[in-house]
């Protein structure tokens, strides 16, 4: 039974099914999803410039 619920609980994490949930959840404006796609994109980029300089 635990064998079963790890091995469940790891393919949903590899599958990202709780992102796809949490993202359908509820409607964004496109305006909204763009805005929230470039913080990311910044927040990614600040985050590999901050490595590089260690």
Known sequence: ????LRR???KVQSEDIIKEIK???YY???GEK???KEALSRKR???KQRR???
Request: aromatic share 4%; charged share 50%; proline share 5%.
């Open 34 to 36: 763009r805005r929230a």
């Open 23 to 25: 993202k359908h959840s």
């Open 52 to 54: 590089e300089q260690d």
């Open 1 to 4: 039974m635990e064998n079963a």
């Open 45 to 47: 980029l600040r985050k």
């Open 8 to 10: 469940f609980k790891r």
């Open 28 to 30: 964004m404006k496109p």
